[in-house]
C-alpha cells in the first residue's frame, strides 16, 4: 500500500508540468529528451496512466495485453508521422483518448479484451503520430524511441500499481474516482483543447 501511495505521489507531481507535449519545444537530443517527453504532457499521462488502469479492471490477460498494444502500435503511429503520412484530428484523438479511457475505468466497462485492444490501439496511433511528427532531425531516433516507450511503459505500469487497490476494501471506488478524473482531464482537453 505504501509504495502504490508513493507512485500516485510521483504522478501528480509530475504531472504538474506543463500540458501538451506536443508543440515540439524541447525535444533535441536523444534517450533523455525520449524519456521525459511523455510525462511532461498531461495528455500523456491520463491516457498511459488509464490503460494500465484499464488494464487493472479488466485483470488478465488485458492486464498484460493492452500495456503491450499500446506502445506497439503506439509505434506503427510514430513511423507514419515520421515519414509525414498526414492523419486527421491527431490532437482531437488524443484528448479524446483521455476523455474514453477514463470512463472506461469509471464506469467499470468489462470491454472483451479484441475490444479493449482496439480502442486502446487506436488511441495509440493517434499519440505515437504527434510525436514521431515532432521528431526533430537533430535526435537520435532510436534512442528517444527507446527512452519513450520506457517512459509510456512506466506510466501504463503506475496505472496498474493504482489499479491493484481493488484488492481493498474500497479500494474499486478509488480507481474508479481516478477513472473520472482521468475522463475529465480528458474533457477539458476536448473543451478548450488545454
Do not use: C
Not at 102 to 115: E, N, R, T, Y
Not at 170 to 192: D, E, K, P, Q
Amino acid at each position: 500500500m505504501r509504495q502504490v501511495l508513493t507512485l500516485v505521489l510521483v504522478l501528480v507531481t509530475v504531472a504538474t508540468a506543463p500540458a501538451f507535449a506536443h508543440e515540439g519545444e524541447g525535444l533535441a537530443g536523444g534517450f533523455m529528451s525520449g524519456l521525459t517527453h511523455p510525462i511532461y504532457g498531461l495528455d500523456h499521462v491520463v491516457a498511459m496512466v488509464a490503460v494500465g488502469l484499464w488494464g487493472a479492471v479488466l485483470g488478465a490477460p488485458a492486464l498484460w495485453i493492452l500495456p503491450l498494444v499500446f506502445p506497439l502500435v503506439m509505434a506503427l503511429g510514430g513511423a507514419m508521422g515520421v515519414l509525414g503520412i498526414p492523419m486527421p484530428a491527431v490532437e482531437l484523438g488524443i484528448a479524446a483518448s483521455g476523455l474514453v479511457l477514463g470512463l472506461m475505468v469509471a464506469l467499470w466497462v468489462q470491454a472483451p479484451i479484441w475490444v479493449a485492444a482496439v480502442l486502446v490501439g487506436i488511441f495509440a496511433v493517434f499519440h505515437g503520430h504527434a510525436h514521431g511528427t515532432e521528431l526533430p532531425e537533430a535526435a537520435n531516433a532510436i534512442a528517444y524511441a527507446v527512452g519513450f516507450v520506457i517512459a509510456t511503459g512506466a506510466l501504463h505500469i503506475a496505472g496498474i500499481a493504482f489499479g491493484a487497490l481493488n484488492g481493498v476494501k474500497g479500494g474499486s471506488w478509488a480507481v474508479r474516482g481516478a477513472g473520472a478524473v482521468i475522463a475529465l482531464a480528458g474533457a477539458a482537453f476536448l473543451t478548450g483543447m488545454a
